[in-house]
């Protein structure tokens, strides 16, 4: 019964998101409201923020969706950088919509109301600043011991790269390159930018 139940709550879930996006991106997100989205969705305004606790993570619920995961995929390893570096590389190779290569069209289309809504920035800043201090405490305990203050500021040029490599590979799809076509630019692209982040280059 308890799998039954889950299952109806992510099906809830899953309405509620596509139907919101699919508004923000018909009309704007400023342009459409809570009610808007609850209504179309065939919600309650409680049960809807039951589920998202504001307008903003109706958007940004799929990337809060990635929290972490950088600092997941440095545990264990070695050396981080080369296990990030590998991570983002197979990403590109997967087509992942978080390394911004992805160029099916409602892809496209929701990563440009990321990107472009500055009602969007705080709530992203947010999930950034989480993000940054789950991979220094990550980095803070992997095998090198690199000390706090060192791995703080190793966790946001990482995330920074990350960032600036997703939203060039999203402009370089949106100017009219294909995923395919990109795809040798974009390892090259991650090569040169995890290198950066390599001591003494």
């Known amino acids: 019964m308890a799998g039954l139940r889950e299952r109806k709550r992510q099906r809830t879930h899953d309405t509620i998101s596509a139907t919101a996006i699919g508004l923000f991106l018909e009309r704007g997100f400023d342009a459409v409201s809570v009610a808007d989205v609850a ?3 065939d919600v309650s305004k409680p049960t809807l923020f039951r589920y998202f606790p504001t307008k903003e993570d109706l958007v940004l619920h799929r990337i809060g969706d990635h929290l972490g995961e950088a600092a997941r995929v440095v545990r264990g390893h070695a050396d981080p950088i080369d296990a990030l570096h590998r ?25 440009r ?14 999930f950034a600043d989480e993000d940054e201090r789950a991979l220094a405490e990550a980095l803070v305990a992997a095998p090198d011991g690199t000390g706090a203050l060192a791995a703080e500021l190793r966790a946001a040029q990482v995330l920074a790269v990350q960032r600036v490599l997703a939203r060039d590979n999203w ?25 950066t982040l390599r001591p003494g280059t």
């Open 39 to 41: 209504e179309a969705a």
């Open 171 to 195: 402009r370089h799809l949106v100017e009219g390159r294909s995923a395919d076509s990109h795809y040798p630019d974009a390892v090259a692209a991650a090569d040169y930018a995890f290198g």
């Open 113 to 126: 109301l990321v990107f472009e809504t500055p009602a969007l920035a705080a709530r992203r800043a947010a």
């Open 87 to 111: 991570h983002f590389v197979d990403g590109l190779t997967r087509r992942d919509p978080v390394t911004g290569l992805n160029d099916v069209p409602e892809v496209l289309a929701y990563h």
